[in-house]
């Protein structure tokens, strides 16, 4: 599904501007309050560095969560992206490389790297917002993928043979 016809991509801007100026005003405040929380959370758990209790398991689960996202990245073009939850009226549903394993990948990455933050500085609070990042992006994921299944027909597809977040669980 990666290329579409002229008349397939005229068809989803239309749908997608319907949907938008329906929803325009609710949907970008939300979106822009759940982009603020997954920031907000992010730079919680890894301000301030703290190379005294850092551990070579945590170097590992960052460095896993980079290379999954740089992966995310080449397998989809860089201008099909977008931090705030409402897919792209002109953007393809990308479903190889990391996408044929989970709907959101750099989902994934971000909370690989977040959690190897949590593995290396070890302190509880870090994990309580790891959590609360979990409820954010899986949030952010419900509405993107809304979002999907109203642009792209074969979204329903794509959605029942591959997992959300992480692979063969979430």
């Not at 996408?99 to 290396?120: E, K, T």
């Not at 979990?134 to 993928?145: F, G, Q, S, T």
């Amino acid at each position: 599904m990666r290329y579409r016809s002229r008349a397939d991509r005229v068809a989803i801007a239309k749908r997608t501007r319907e949907f938008r100026a329906k929803f325009a005003g609710a949907l970008a405040m939300r979106s822009t309050i759940l982009v603020t929380l997954q920031l907000a959370a992010m730079a919680a758990i890894i301000v301030p560095w703290d190379p005294a209790r850092w551990n070579g398991v945590a170097t590992l689960v960052v460095a896993a969560g980079i290379g999954i996202g740089i992966w995310a990245l080449t397998a989809n073009r860089l201008g099909n992206f977008n931090i705030r939850p409402e897919p792209k009226a002109e953007g393809y549903l990308a479903t190889g490389g990391p996408y044929a394993y989970v709907r959101h990948p750099m989902y994934l990455a971000v909370l690989l790297i977040s959690f190897g933050f949590c593995v290396g500085y070890a302190t509880p609070w870090r994990w309580i917002v790891l959590v609360a990042l979990a409820i954010v992006l899986d949030r952010k994921a419900r509405i993107e993928e809304a979002g999907l299944a109203k642009l792209h027909p074969g979204y329903a597809a794509y959605a029942q043979r591959t997992k959300r977040i992480v692979p063969y669980l979430w």
